[in-house]
């Protein structure tokens, strides 16, 4: 604490124990009105007088043994009271000003201490509230405050190996706000039909601030969800598996597997796991990945079909400090009215035909059918089959072959120079 402060609180507190003392002598020189004698009136004015003498005469001393003691205790309690958990500095100018604006100092007389003037106290008081200014910037002086500890939201670590490790990430307080905040249009976790017409999305961001964005739980609605058909490149099966909240839930999972021995080691891992089978699409000779990205999710009242960049893991989903941009395509689909209406669309014919080529139960593809791919008419289902393609029916069909095909049957070649964006 600075030395000058210290100064001006023993001087403060001294003042007070000096009041004290001057009460307890005029306790002892109190004067018997019951009495009738004139002598005993004279010696108790001799008295009184003698006893204001010495009054004065202790004014002047600097204090004899006990009140040193005394006062000594008292700055303690308030050099303890005033220090903060991790020995806050005051400035000395603020204290000069604090004086200037607080309570004003009591006149001394016997009566304030009596009456709960603590000198002391009331400069603890003092220092509290100026110490209160300077945390809510009321007063332009400095204090020395210990450093705010940032706030901690718990993540999970990239998996490694076939398990996942949790750990702690530290954010922001500005960026865990934003994170929260949700912005007027986003889309809704509660199942319902949202996107009749298709839309493409950007997916959320890590420390980006909610705009025409969906997130994981927002495209699963997970609630009613029936049967999740998904298919990806990298997986995080902890992860994915945390944001599926309906215990009946069913899941076909279309996974790459080089090898004979490599699928018999997920059928394994899985066989206990009554809800999760398994789709393996063809990967002979020299093809040695199987990259393709599909959302197949069937609700009581609607499927939603999703195309998307983004590989089932949280960094993609701008999770776990993720803060790259996937995009995606999806659109809801209503149940047919009528088994008769024709909703063939090229969209259609060419999901049916990848979903085949990658060995999909044929009842899933039956059970897809059941639903109204009118509003598709306008788009096109690109799709990308690994291995050799020979002949006219099959090379134009996929690949960039494929792309060339839907370009031309949805109306938009052109013999005019095209401006390409790269991602």
């Known amino acids: 604490m600075d030395h000058d402060l210290q100064a001006a609180i023993d001087a403060s507190l ?15 020189s109190v004067v018997d009105l019951t009495g009738d004698s004139d002598g005993d009136a ?25 009140s040193d003691a005394e006062l000594k205790r008292a700055i303690q309690l308030s050099l303890q009271s005033g220090r903060g958990p991790e020995h806050e500095t005051i400035d000395v100018d603020a204290l000069e000003a ?72 530290s954010i922001p307080p500005a960026t865990a706000t934003m994170a929260a905040k949700s912005a007027p249009g986003v889309p ?50 902890d992860w994915l598996l945390m944001k599926f ?14 090898g004979e021995e490599r699928r018999e080691q997920l059928l394994r891992e899985t066989a206990s796991m009554s809800r999760i089978r398994l789709c393996f699409p063809p990967m002979d000779g020299e093809v040695n990945c199987m990259h393709s990205k599909l959302m197949l999710l069937f609700h009581a009242n609607h499927l939603r079909i999703v195309i998307p960049s983004a590989n089932l893991d949280p960094y993609d989903w701008g999770e776990e400090g993720g803060v790259m941009e996937n995009m995606l395509f999806l659109i809801d689909l209503p149940r047919k009215a009528n088994e008769t209406v024709d909703d063939t669309t090229p969209f259609r014919d060419e999901l049916v035909y990848f979903l085949r080529a990658s060995t999909l139960n044929e009842k899933i593809i039956d059970k897809m059918l059941q639903y109204d791919f009118s509003q598709t ?41 095209l401006k390409l964006d790269y991602i």
Not at 14 to 28: E, F, I
Not at 45 to 56: I, S, V, Y
Not at 189 to 211: D, L, N, Y
Not at 245 to 258: D, E, H, Q, S, W
């Open 377 to 417: 008419a306008k788009y096109a289902f690109v799709h990308s089959i690994g291995g050799s393609h020979i002949g006219s029916g099959s090379y134009e069909r996929t690949g960039h072959c494929g792309l060339g095909t839907a370009v031309k049957s949805l109306g938009l070649a052109t013999s005019r120079p």
């Open 245 to 258: 909240t309906n215990p009946r839930t069913r899941f076909l999972f279309i996974m790459g597997a080089k």
């Open 42 to 66: 004279s010696a108790a004015r001799r008295d009184g007088k003698a006893a204001e003498k010495e009054e004065e005469e202790e004014e002047e001393e600097a204090g004899d043994d006990d």
């Open 14 to 28: 001294r003042d007070a124990v000096r009041s004290q003392t001057n009460l307890q002598r005029r306790k002892s």
């Open 188 to 237: 809704s976790t509660e199942p319902s039909i949202q996107f009749p017409a298709g839309a493409v999305k950007k997916t959320w961001a890590f420390r980006c601030e909610r705009k025409d964005d969906i997130k994981l739980e927002e495209v699963l609605q997970p609630s009613d969800l029936e049967l999740a058909v998904l298919s990806s490149f990298l997986w995080d099966m």
């Open 98 to 169: 604090g004086k200037a604006t607080d309570t004003p100092e009591p006149k001394k007389t016997a009566s304030s201490w009596i009456a709960g003037f603590d000198r002391k106290k009331m400069e603890e008081e003092r220092l509290a509230r100026l110490a209160k200014k300077r945390r809510t910037g009321e007063d332009g002086s400095a204090l020395a405050l210990p450093a705010a500890r940032p706030l901690k939201a718990s993540r999970r670590e990239p998996p490694s190996g076939s398990s996942s490790s949790f750990a702690k990430i």
